[in-house]
């Protein structure tokens, strides 16, 4: 069965500092790839999502992630962060198998506060 | 347009009891996501219906746990005997079609006393 790794689980930086999260995946066939946000108090919404083509991808609110496949690594970036990026975030991958495909498998989340 | 609607949002039970949780997917969507997430942890797969096909189950944890959708609208998923550890919050998503993005719900937490 796939698994994502998400390596930092508790992430705390000024702002305006540049932030990677680190996701790894594990499974060696066609994979969807995509970030999620929990903002405090709100459900989670999709952050970018990668399902073929140019491996960079931009998603909302200055957010970029990088799909190295020989790494199995789908990495989320962003240059500059705000107070208000203060959130929960989570890689997931879905995979297909057989007849369609599955449910998403998450990470565990990375908890990220931006200090003022 | 709406989203995915939950209900109830909060939910406390007594060990052993039953309870039923709802899920109002988007309209026209043809597939739904029953999921899970314990206190710090990632988000666990329960369920997964797709238009009138066969539900994948395989994440169901225990034969207490049980889920139903009628045609491509509503769903229900019934936890049976309650336990402690069924505590968490229940999320529902739902998904236009297979390879597209899913859309979570508000979810409903879950507490087992």
């Known amino acids: 069965a796939q698994s994502v790794s998400q390596h930092n689980h508790h992430v705390i930086l000024s702002e305006a500092a540049s932030l990677e999260l680190g996701c790894n995946y594990s499974y060696g066939g066609t994979v969807n790839l995509f970030w999620y946000v929990q903002y405090p108090g709100q459900h989670l919404q999709l952050l970018l999502k990668y399902f073929s083509g140019d491996p960079l991808v931009k998603g909302i609110k200055g957010f970029e992630a990088e799909f190295i496949k020989s790494k199995f690594s789908f990495n989320l970036r962003k240059p500059s962060v705000q107070w208000s990026d203060t959130a929960e975030y989570f890689c997931a991958v879905n995979v297909w198998s057989g007849g369609g495909a599955d449910g998403l498998t998450f990470g565990k989340g990375t908890h990220l506060i931006i200090q003022p | 347009g709406a989203g995915v609607s939950q209900s109830p949002s909060n939910k406390v039970t007594e060990k052993g009891k039953d309870v039923e949780l709802r899920c109002d997917p988007i309209s026209g969507h043809t597939a739904l996501y029953w999921y899970r997430q314990r206190l710090g942890q990632g988000l666990e797969f329960l369920i997964y219906?797709?238009?009138?096909?066969?539900?994948?189950k395989s994440g169901l944890p225990s034969d207490r746990f049980s889920a139903e959708r009628t045609g491509e609208s509503v769903s229900t998923l019934t936890i049976q005997r309650t336990q402690q550890e069924d505590s968490a919050v229940y999320l529902c998503?739902?998904?236009?079609?297979?390879?597209?993005?899913?859309?979570f719900g508000p979810g409903t937490r879950l507490t087992v006393t």
């Open positions: 219906f797709q238009g009138n096909s066969a539900p994948d």
């Open positions: 998503a739902s998904q236009l079609a297979g390879w597209d993005e899913q859309y």
